[in-house]
């Protein structure tokens, strides 16, 4: 069964440009989550999909990231502009998206702000 | 949203058991715990999960107390590549959706 696929694995931009993410979950995995994880933290839940809809956005900085997922696939998180802080590992992960199902997670975008 | 409380870090020698605590006090009659680790430079890796029965599965032991107030990761044999972060995760549901919120995990060092 393949995994969770993400890309790029490694991206550096400068502050104030933009950048974006993708990420392919499970086949017939309803639900999507985007985590932020900084150095020596745990991931931090940004947004949560169900199929194409937003059940969580509440720790998603509305101001500078955006985040869809059409057709209630594959999805694209979205950072502009970027700021020095926003350096961290984005991980995508996918569950079935019904009750006491795992989360599976891809190996994370390592995005580094200069 | 019910909390967990790990140690920051553990070391545990190879081959000898690796026991792994979690305190969730506050956690809900009908929410899960959830154990995951992350190796280094790697996404989060699912271990086990449990509500109020002991489970065991090829990976590990998870030991529940019967108040559900705290649990227990049993790494049965550690080996080199069980060094990693340990988290303690209680599942909780929004909405028919089940959130996964990460607290900062035991960092366990596997010593040979």
């Known amino acids: 069964e393949a995994g969770v696929a993400q890309s790029p694995r490694y991206k550096i931009i400068e502050k104030r440009q933009s950048v974006a993410f993708w990420c392919n979950p499970i086949s017939g995995h309803a639900t999507l989550y985007w985590y932020q994880q900084i150095l020596g933290q745990g991931p931090k839940l940004l947004i949560q999909?169900?199929?194409?809809?937003?059940?969580?956005d509440s720790q998603l900085p509305k101001d500078r990231f955006s985040a869809e997922r059409l057709k209630g696939v594959d999805s694209t998180l979205k950072i502009q502009p970027a700021k020095l802080e926003d350096s961290a590992v984005y991980l995508c992960?996918?569950?079935?998206?019904?009750?006491?199902?795992?989360?599976?997670f891809g190996q994370g975008t390592r995005l580094t702000v200069v | 949203d019910a909390k967990t409380t790990q140690p920051t870090s553990m070391d545990c020698a190879e081959g000898r058991a690796a026991n792994l605590p979690c305190n969730h006090s506050t956690i809900s009659g009908n929410e899960y715990v959830y154990w995951y680790r992350q190796i280094h430079s790697q996404g989060p890796q699912y271990i086990i999960h449990g509500l109020k029965n002991n489970e065991t599965n090829e990976m590990a032991s998870l030991i529940i107390t019967e108040d559900r107030k705290s649990s227990t990761l049993i790494l049965p044999h550690a080996t080199l590549r069980d060094t990693a972060v340990y988290y303690c995760i209680v599942r909780v549901s929004k909405g028919g959706s089940e959130k996964l919120v990460f607290g900062k995990g035991t960092k366990l060092t596997v010593n040979p």
């Open positions: 992960a996918s569950s079935l998206g019904r009750e006491n199902t795992e989360a599976f």
């Open positions: 999909f169900q199929n194409n809809g937003v059940v969580d």
